[in-house]
Structure formats: C-alpha cells, structure tokens
T-cell receptor, first 111, second 113 residues
Framework: GQQLNQSPQSMFIQEGEDVSMNCTSSSIFNTWLWYKQEPGEGPVLLIA?????ELTSNGRLTAQFGITRKDSFLNISASIPSDVGIYFCAGQGQGAQKLVFGQGTRLTINP | DAGITQSPRHKVTETGTPVTLRCHQTENHRYMYWYRQDPGHGLRLIHY???????DKGEVSDGYSVSRSKTEDFLLTLESATSSQTSVYFCAISRTGQAETQYFGPGTRLLVL
C-alpha cells in the first residue's frame, strides 16, 4: 500500500527557534494535509494543500505542496511552548476516500 | 468542536474476548472512519462508512468488523481481541468525504492483556 515517510521522527529545540519537517511519498497525492495532535486528543487539521507548488500559511505555520506531488513540507517560525505536540502529514490520492498518514514528528520545546 | 464522542475512552480486556467500541456523532455527517494509532505508524485506516449500512475495508481491517445501522453511530468490533490490537482507536467524521473535512474524536485507549 501507499506509504508516507515523515522526518524527523522527533525534534528537541529551544523556544524561539524555527522548525522544519517534511513528508515524502512513493505515490502522487492530490491533497496534502498537516495535523497536530496533543496528548489525549485526536489530530486537529492545521493546513490543507491542493495544488502542486502551493504555499499556504496559518499564522506562524507555513506548508508547501511539492512540485512533484510526492512531498510536502511544514515550517513553524519562532516556536513557542504551545507548539509542543506530534505533527502528522497525510495525503489523499485522486478519487480516494482514504487518507494515508505519516509516522509523525514529535516536537519538544525547551523554554 | 465537531460533535464526536467515543466510548469507552479507556478499556482493558483479555485476549480472546470480544470488544465493541462506539463512535457517536451529532453532526449528521455521511462519512465515518475508524483508525488505529500505534507508535511509528501514525494513523492507519481500519474501516470506513459512506452511509447507513454502507461500509468498506481500510488498510488494516483483519480482525475487525464494523456496523452502521443509523447515521449517528459507527461501531467497531474486535471479534476476539489479541495483544496486537492494543492501540489507541480514533473515530473521524466527514460531511463530504474530502480529506480536509475529516474531524477526529478524542480516541479510545485499548489494552489487551
């Protein structure tokens, strides 16, 4: 089946630093999504991307849909303590009902 | 917040026993999904439903069955629980079936001893 490789698996940073993470796929996706999950809760959608090359921001978060349609990137600028959590990428192929998720990036921030 | 509840929120059971998890929505959304989440695997789709009595298999459906007799409830049953089914189970709902419209419930933590 389709697989997404998300990296890095974990990050330990200082408050105020910028963060970058990415997802790559062996298949083409028509939609890329980025979620954040906090302890004891379900994932919450941060950003949705629909077109190759698209760059979309949500506050301090910026995500890009790769030109090849096989990758996506998420950047967080000037991290703050509430950014702590697990970030997941997910992709959906054309006509597919199903989402495929990456393994997640666990972000830890030292104040 | 989307009106999704899952019950129970935590359960401990023994190998070989049947287990049923319930997802209940108040949004009248057509699509409902069951995922499991395990370390190193992200979320993986078990089964989904695209209407009452209409269901289909996901990526990891072996050992699981589902039922949807009314719009608001989607049940996930482990016929005979195994230790490999220890996981956190998430329900999601969607009005349109489009990826960006999926909203997730709070999860059920299941431990099979």
């Amino acid at each position: 089946g389709q697989q997404l490789n998300q990296s890095p698996q974990s990050m330990f940073i200082q408050e105020g630093e910028d963060v970058s993470m990415n997802c790559t796929s062996s298949s083409i996706f028509n939609t890329w999504l980025w979620y954040k999950q906090e302890p004891g809760e379900g994932p919450v959608l941060l950003i949705a991307l629909y077109k190759a090359g698209e760059l979309t921001s949500n506050g301090r978060l910026t995500a890009q849909f790769g030109i090849t349609r096989k990758d996506s990137f998420l950047n967080i600028s000037a991290s703050i303590p509430s950014d702590v959590g697990i970030y997941f990428c997910a992709g959906q192929g054309q006509g597919a009902q199903k989402l495929v998720f990456g393994q997640g990036t666990r972000l830890t921030i030292n104040p | 917040d989307a009106g999704i509840t899952q019950s129970p929120r935590h359960k401990v059971t023994e190998t070989g026993t049947p287990v049923t998890l319930r997802c209940h929505q108040t949004e009248n959304h057509r699509y409902m999904y069951w995922y499991r989440q395990d370390p190193g695997h992200g979320l993986r789709l078990i089964h989904y439903s695209y209407g009452v009595k209409d269901t289909d298999k996901g990526e990891v459906s072996d050992g699981y069955s589902v039922s949807r007799s009314k719009t608001e409830d989607f049940l996930l049953t482990l016929e005979s629980a195994t230790s490999s089914q220890t996981s956190v189970y998430f329900c999601a709902i969607s009005r349109t079936g489009q990826a960006e419209t999926q909203y997730f419930g709070p999860g059920t933590r299941l431990l099979v001893l």
